[in-house]
């Protein structure tokens, strides 16, 4: 009993022990790493048991990323296989990702590089050696800065373009234009290359320039490739290159032809005044004129690829001489590009022969000297007439090109611009589409210099019958800025614009528009054919016309446009013709002027003051004086400020309504001053001096000002165009006052110091954001509410949620007004519903649960990458609302600044009782990532289906254009 009483205690005893022990033991600490890369890449190599294994390990490696910490591991790992293995597929994989490894963000790999040289100085095979010479360019590249790096890789270079392999000396060429230097001297004793003298130092272009002859042409085409590429990094290329660039315009290969015209025209624009003389003669030349003959040959090579980059690259030689300027557009060869013997010249010689008319022989005086092509020529007889063999080319892009050099040098000379203006009509005709829009997008651009003849208009106005709708708004915007030299011009103009206009109804905005600018363009052509125009007769009373026909309204248009300036035109108008004035003045205001007629009564108002009809200075002198008046307020709680500010607000509104070249700097200034105002009005409220419980109405009245200031700096953001660093500051500034105001809007009413505690945070967040982006610009915004938020942040950080709030209500209250500074140009984006009109009243029928195509027409203004951020909002009655993404092929860009939405709109809904109508309206989708100011995200950064990230983080929309309604009617389905 005792002896099993004594086990009992014992085992007991143990049992408290060893909890004792387990309690007292301190916790084991884990620590967490990441699997070594170099330790499994190490593992796969061994486990290969043949080079094909060892290549698809190496395959399968290279998709995976490697942290910089791992890849001088892994680097090791590679080389150490790399010595060991035979195969030469698997070695150059292993080269190839020596060069990968290389690019990594972190990673500085001036270590690898002796052992780089070293496998690099034991290979045997010519395409591992290739790779292996890649390797080291990109190893270079990283190590701009290393300049005894740079001279090890070029001596390398130098050593291997001995080699017989094209791919070696491609890569050693490639190496030395993007790392050699003009003052770094090249391997001495080298051999550099075929046919070239061996010399103690040579310089990196000589070098080069030796294998412009070699054998092979990717070789030679990697040459000159090289020296272009000494260029792009601003080293000033000899101009003894020229000639050896030259003998290379006539190489049986394209590549080497292509390469070598590209190096012909950078030495015309570095060397451009320099004299070389012609081949065969004693004459001289400028080497800009040599090259852009050499170059006009090249429009007639035999390969398509070489015709569009020659007719490319003439377009951007403007200080050719206008002789030879002018003999590309006329393939015979004229006297001025050779050398000819003047008159006196002629008779010296024929009076030292001793030689006279005999007069017995018809012409037997006339000079012996022909004209004779195989002569000493200034330029080459090809390049005569170049851009009309481009013209004429059998491939469209040839044909494209030459248009739009022929535009860029008829943009710098008015004469030539006239002597081409036929050949570009002429491209009207073309059979291809492209072509003939791109001709009339040239002749839009060089409208100031050109005059169209009667003949010309002709050809011109024909395109108006084409079927496509881009080809004939384009037209019309040629039109718009097209002088014509008679009235028959305008007559013929006319009558073709009204053909157009009855037979594609659609275009009926477009084409009047153009004759808005056809008459304000012409008044004194306008004039004589006014009582023709509008069918009056000095003796007769002429019936009234209909004011419902689109083709009256254009002439009007027309006619009201001329009449603007020209004050003898409005005594031929009938009585009729004042009324339709006064009708379309009130229902087409942005097509029909404002007019003095005689003895009508003129509005008293802004419009025919200063303001209105005044110049633009003026205006602009108002709109300066009215910010200068708002910048004396320090204060705006004082009396009577708030009542400048709206004072100001309504004068800012009413100067963008009568000055559309301001509209855009008015609206942004009257959005901001409203910001402040309403930022004003809710921090007055009563609500801060009374309980929670007291003032919910106050509460929610602020809240909506908070909300409306948001979505005000959004569009003061992201409407306008043309904003500098500090306004975008300063709305930003705005934007976090707002935030402010509903974070202590939000601590006031909800309860939970977890929620309020999230919101703080945030906040906090959005004003370290902002001192990142405009570091800058805190300058400007001394007193601000920013400033003082950064000047309390250490402070901040450690408060409790409660007296955070405190702080933002007692720093809202006194932090300063920040004046706006005006920045030169502002636009604001805007958009206009063309097609539906929403005048209809008849019903869009369709059968419930089917869906109706809507077609939409709009045009928009001023609005950056339309493609992205343009949206197509439908909404219901019964309150539903889609937004649809049209393609990118729907937007049209007919003039600059200019972008046309010609796409289609899928309805679909129950069956209704009624015809009922929806809202259609186009919104402009903004994200705060989306700001010009933020980090650009790297390129792999994008949606799986193609679309770019900002188009997945829409984080809100803006009203881009006013609502049309459309009335519809879906139909019970039959049974």
């Known amino acids: ?427 009207f005709n073309d059979e291809i589409e492209e072509v003939r829009l791109q001709s009339i997008h040239v002749l839009r651009q060089i409208s100031t210099h050109i005059t169209l003849r009667e003949d010309q208009l002709d050809t011109v106005l024909a395109v108006l019958e084409d079927s496509s709708r881009d080809i004939r708004e384009a037209l019309h915007e040629l039109l718009c800025y097209t002088n014509v030299s008679t009235k028959e011009c305008i007559q013929l103009a006319l009558l073709e614009l009204l053909k157009n206009l009855t037979k594609y109804p659609t275009d009926r905005n477009s084409v009047w528009k153009c004759l808005k600018f056809l008459g304000a363009r012409h008044p004194t052509l306008v004039l004589p054919i006014v009582p023709e125009l509008l069918s009056t007769h000095p003796y007769f009373d002429t019936p009234e016309p209909d004011m419902d026909d689109p083709a009256y309204i254009a002439v009007l248009v027309l006619v009201f446009n001329a009449a603007q300036t020209c004050p003898t035109m409005p005594a031929l108008f009938s009585d009729h013709t004042f009324r339709h004035y006064a009708y379309l003045r009130d229902s087409l205001s942005h097509l029909v002027p404002h007019l003095r007629l005689p003895g009508r009564k003129q509005t008293a108002s802004l419009e025919a003051s200063g303001v209105g009809s005044g110049s633009l200075d003026s205006a602009h002198n108002f709109l300066q004086d009215s910010l200068i008046r708002v910048s004396a307020l320090q204060n705006l709680e004082t009396p009577g400020a708030q009542d400048l500010l709206e004072f100001t607000i309504r004068d800012l509104q009413r100067l963008g309504e009568l000055q559309t070249e301001l509209a855009g700097s008015a609206d942004f200034c009257a959005t901001y001053l409203r910001c402040q105002l309403l930022l004003t009005k809710a921090l007055q409220e009563k609500l801060w001096t009374m309980a929670v419980p007291l003032c919910l109405k106050q509460n929610a009245k602020v809240s909506t000002a908070a909300r409306q200031i948001l979505d005000e700096t959004y569009k003061l953001e992201f409407l306008y165009s043309g904003l500098e660093t500090q306004q975008i500051a300063t709305i930003h500034n705005v934007r976090l006052q707002a935030k402010a105001l509903q974070l202590i809007l939000t601590a006031r009413s909800k309860r939970g110091v977890d929620h309020v505690l999230g919101i703080c945070e945030k906040f906090l967040q959005d004003v370290e954001s902002f001192q990142r982006l405009f570091m800058a610009e805190l300058p400007h915004f001394q007193d601000s509410f920013v400033e003082k938020l950064l000047e309390l942040m250490p402070r901040l950080t450690a408060c409790k949620p409660h007296d955070l709030v405190k702080i933002f209500q007692t720093t809202l209250r006194q932090s300063r007004f920040i004046h706006l500074k005006l920045p030169e140009q502002i636009h604001r984006a805007s958009a206009t519903i063309i097609e539906p009109t929403g005048e209809s009243d008849n019903a869009l029928r369709f059968t419930s649960g089917l869906v109706v195509a809507l077609d939409i027409d709009a045009t928009l203004e001023h609005v950056q990458d339309p493609q992205t951020t343009v949206k197509v909002q439908v909404l219901y009655p019964d309150g539903q609302s889609h937004i649809i993404h049209p393609k990118p092929g729907d937007f049209r860009t007919p003039g600059p600044g200019r972008v046309r939405l010609i796409t289609q709109v899928y309805l679909s809904h129950s069956a209704w009782t009624e015809a009922c109508q929806i809202e259609v309206r186009l919104l402009l989708a903004y994200s705060t990532s989306s700001c010009k100011l933020y980090v650009s995200k790297p390129a792999w950064n994008e949606s799986m289906d193609g679309l770019p990230t900002s188009e997945n983080s829409i984080e809100g929309t803006i009203h881009l254009s006013k609502p049309v309604k459309v009335f519809i009617m879906p139909k019970p389905a039959r049974r």
């Open 1 to 427: 009993m005792a002896a099993h009483l004594k086990k009992r205690v014992y085992e007991e005893f143990s049992k408290v022990s060893q909890q004792v022990t387990l309690e007292e033991a301190p916790a084991k600490k884990l620590r967490l790493t990441k699997p070594s890369k170099s330790a499994a890449l190490h593992i796969d190599l061994c486990k290969a048991s043949s080079p094909t294994d060892a290549l698809q390990y190496l395959l399968s490696f290279a998709r995976k990323p490697v942290e910089a910490e791992s890849v001088e591991g892994v680097v090791r790992i590679l080389l150490e296989h790399y010595y060991k293995e035979s195969d030469n597929s698997v070695r150059l994989k292993i080269a190839s990702l020596l060069g990968l490894l290389s690019k990594t963000q972190g990673f500085t790999p001036d270590c690898i590089v002796d052992d780089a040289i070293n496998i690099l100085n034991n290979e045997k095979s010519h395409q591992v050696l290739a790779q292996l010479l890649d390797t080291l360019l990109i190893i270079g590249t990283q190590l701009p800065d290393k300049t005894a790096v740079i001279q090890r890789l070029i001596d390398v270079a130098c050593k291997h373009l001995s080699s017989t392999y094209f791919g070696v000396r491609n890569k050693c060429l490639q190496l030395l234009g993007c790392l050699g230097t003009v003052d770094m001297p090249l391997g001495k004793e080298t051999d550099a290359g075929p046919g070239a003298q061996t010399s103690p130092v040579r310089d990196v272009q000589s070098l080069i320039s030796d294998y412009f002859q070699d054998q092979d042409p990717r070789v030679r085409t990697a040459a000159i490739k090289a020296m272009l590429q000494l260029h792009e990094r601003e080293m000033k290329i000899q101009q003894i290159i020229y000639n050896q660039a030259c003998k290379l315009l006539s190489d049986d290969y394209e590549q080497v032809r292509s390469a070598a015209v590209q190096m012909v025209w950078v030495l015309s624009q570095l060397y451009p005044e320099s004299i070389v003389p012609i081949p065969s003669s004693n004459e001289e030349i400028r080497l800009v004129d040599d090259s852009f003959g050499k170059i006009c040959h090249m429009v007639s090579d035999g390969s398509w690829v070489v015709r569009v980059q020659a007719a490319k690259l003439l377009g951007s030689m403007h200080q050719v001489s206008p002789h030879f300027l002018e003999q590309t557009l006329d393939k015979k060869l004229m006297s001025d590009l050779r050398r000819k013997r003047t008159a006196h010249e002629r008779a010296k010689e024929l009076y030292a022969s001793g030689e006279f008319s005999s007069g017995r022989r018809w012409a037997d005086d006339a000079p012996k000297e022909k004209v004779d092509t195989t002569g000493v020529n200034l330029i080459d007889s090809g390049a005569c007439g170049a851009f009309v063999h481009g013209l004429e080319d059998e491939m469209y892009e040839v044909r494209i090109a030459a248009v739009e050099a022929l535009c860029s040098l008829a943009q710098s000379s008015s004469s030539f611009a006239e002597k081409c203006l036929d050949f570009l009509v002429d491209m």
